[in-house]
């Protein structure tokens, strides 16, 4: 894995001591199992293994962030909207603000999937479907439907996506959690493909 100077001033080796410092050992853990599938999909599906690696590292680099560093990030960039939805939402849409900035990376294409990970979006690149069935499907999460959506991401990328869309509005419904718009938004466009 080779990550090109303008995307990132940092090798693998260096980014792992970083983003292994910014989260329990249980989340590092996920955030390698996330790198595997992504590059396995990335390799399945054609896209940039290097890239695929790069945002699997990044995607969860926030998520252990403050509350208080959150909503300091929220006044700062005058997005009041996201305020009541918490770390879940805060830590891919705001924490790609602390990847551009702590990290120095410098790759919109790598960004965007960071930042759609949780939600998903109405129009999705290939390396965003990719982190965003990396992140439900990785070897370490298991949860009743993991191995459909395992079956679907080998077979139909597009489909896996919406498998996913799908049961994560299910279960936020059935726990009465808030709906992000976007995550919606995201069903709304995937749902034809289920
Ligand atoms: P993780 O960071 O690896 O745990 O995974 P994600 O970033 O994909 O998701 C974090 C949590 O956000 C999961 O429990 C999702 O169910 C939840 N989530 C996804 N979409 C929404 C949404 O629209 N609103 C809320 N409140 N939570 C969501
Ligand atoms: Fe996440
Ligand atoms: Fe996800
Ligand atoms: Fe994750």
Redesign the pocket.
Known sequence: IVYQSSWIPYTRDQLLEKIKRSMSERRFQHVLGVEETAIELAKRYGEDINMASLAALL??YG?ERSDASYLSLIEKHHCDYIKAYGNNIW??LLGVELIRHELEVNNDYVLHAVQV??TGAPHMTLLDKIIFVA?YIEPHRHFPGVDTARLLAEQDLNAAVAYELKHTLLHLISENQPVYPLTLEAYNKWVAHI
Request: aromatic share 0%; net charge negative.
């Open positions: 995607h969860d998520k830590h891919g990970h949780t992140d």
